[in-house]
């Protein structure tokens, strides 16, 4: 049997603790699912605000009391608390870094849950996040075999380990994830200072005369990887990526890894968030799904109208725009809408002012909670997905677990595993262009569709029986994880 490695993954969010958007179910699955096959992973994410510690169950742990980290020449306390993620196979070891001027006084990740508006000072905020994990293993003693960072939140990591703790981490190996490319963390060049880097990290944070975190990251990084293997493939052959950013990997090859969702967190069969259960053997208690969203959302109990979700920032790099554009044509085909946010964004008074003006067919949640999350997962006719950039959702292959039939754009990491209904065994409806006639056309085609109810019925089942599991991430990532201890310098 191969060696059990450890790892020590850090992200800006992963459920139960902090959920965003569709990457917090994403590194909850990876995490189980490593932990699963053997590893010894655990998890270091930051607390913010509105986390609750009780419904947690966040606790101290002695020897990470009122740790001092420095942010430019000034110390503030970080306590690093000590939770788990689990499920009914395996439980993963969770390290919550609380602090009250950076994390606990925000109500939000990197915006503000009521006004939207994003935080001014998260270039000091992650700097202190990312310092705490650094200062969490060396009081715990442990360097893990693979620190694996997530996002640009966590790129001052790899630089902090090569150029402050060299010695101490010097059999530890760090992969650095891209997780959306035009989020780099950019902010202005007076910001390095506070990093604390040496010469070679404070150069390496620099881009563009600016402060760049994920720059920083893959500079010092031992592989770079991307959520999808068409991110990879469409981050290698652009000109910015290839000229400006590939000489970084050192001569390796950007891996694109493939995703799939937690099948205990997103089953029709056991949600516990979804009764009466059903599933692709006997789907027919969706229906009574459907009616506890419509009771739910506050709209009719019709079930002649299909019901279209909408779930995700309101904003012009998910299309919401272009969603918005569509919703008249899906009100003439008597369609039902139901829009979830976490937060106010760009769009969320022309989406109001679409609730207001047609009560008895558009909702709008703005923020939602888990369980209305399921429900509208389990309970929609249609999910749609009309993303002018996106890495690699999850929704749309939660969706497909639950009958729910994804219209999704082609972009990224989107369609991976998605058939369009014109072909056999097609479980989703595919188009290519960013524009609001392409997105209506879709929809259209889709709603059309669910009118014809046998058909329907085996694009559903199609649907449901569509693999969608962690273990389309599990082998990749042992590789992966693997092949990078075996890494020379």
């Known amino acids: ?282 789907p027919s208690n969706k229906s009574a799904v459907r009616e506890l969203l419509q009771k739910g959302a506050g709209l009719p109990l019709d079930p002649t109208c299909p019901i279209v979700s909408f779930v995700g920032p309101m904003n012009e790099d998910r299309g919401f725009d272009l969603f918005l554009e569509a919703v008249p044509s899906l009100l003439k085909h008597q369609a039902q809408i139901v829009i979830c946010g976490d937060h106010p964004w760009d769009f969320r008074k022309d989406a109001e002012a679409l609730a207001k003006k047609h009560p008895k067919h558009v909702v709008v949640k703005v923020p939602f909670e888990e369980e209305f999350l399921h429900l509208v997962i389990g309970g929609s006719t249609i999910l749609a997905k009309p993303s002018r950039s996106e890495a690699s959702g999850q929704y749309q292959r939660a969706a497909l677990a639950y009958g729910t039939i994804p219209v999704v754009r082609s972009t990224g990491g989107l369609d991976e595993g998605l058939i369009d209904i014109a072909e056999p065994k097609g479980n989703a409806i595919l188009f290519k262009k960013a524009d609001a006639k392409d997105v209506e056309k879709a929809l259209v085609r889709a709603v059309e569709a669910a009118a014809k109810h046998d058909e329907w019925a085996g694009i559903v089942a199609h649907a449901m029986t569509t693999h969608v599991g962690w273990s389309l991430s599990a082998k990749p990532y042992d590789e992966l994880y693997r092949t990078l201890m075996k890494d020379k310098e």
């Open 1 to 282: 049997m191969a060696k059990s490695l450890s790892v020590l993954l850090v992200s800006s969010e992963v459920y139960p603790f902090i959920k965003t958007s569709e990457r917090a179910d994403l590194w909850y699955a990876h995490a189980l699912g490593t932990r699963e096959v053997g590893h010894d992973l655990r998890v270091m994410v930051p607390k913010y605000g509105f986390i609750s510690e009780r419904k947690n169950r966040i606790h101290e742990i002695n020897r990470l009391r009122d740790i001092p980290i420095m942010v430019g020449s000034d110390p503030h306390p970080a306590t690093v608390k000590s939770s788990s993620i689990n499920n009914p196979r395996v439980k993963v070891q969770a390290y919550i870094t609380t602090n009250s001027d950076y994390l606990d006084v925000n109500k939000g990740m990197l915006h503000d849950n009521t006004t939207g508006a994003l935080f001014p000072n998260n270039d000091e905020r992650f700097i202190f996040f990312n310092r705490t994990v650094i200062e969490t293993c060396l009081l715990l003693g442990w360097f893990p075999d693979i620190i694996h960072c997530v996002g640009w939140e966590t790129g001052l990591i790899p630089a902090l380990v090569r150029t402050q703790y060299p010695n101490e981490f010097k059999k530890t190996k760090i992969m650095m994830t891209i997780t959306d490319f035009d989020q780099q963390g950019v902010f202005p060049a007076k910001s390095i200072p506070k990093a604390g880097l040496p010469p070679a990290g404070a150069e390496a944070a620099k881009y563009k005369n600016k402060m760049n975190f994920l720059r920083a990251g893959i500079t010092f990084a031992d592989r770079v990887s991307t959520i999808s293997p068409t991110v990879a493939k469409e981050l290698s052959a652009s000109k910015e990526f290839k000229e400006n950013w590939l000489p970084l990997l050192k001569g390796k090859q950007l891996m694109g890894v493939p995703h799939g969702i937690d099948m205990l967190q997103w089953t029709p069969k056991a949600d516990p968030f979804v009764k009466p259960k059903f599933s692709s053997d006997d």
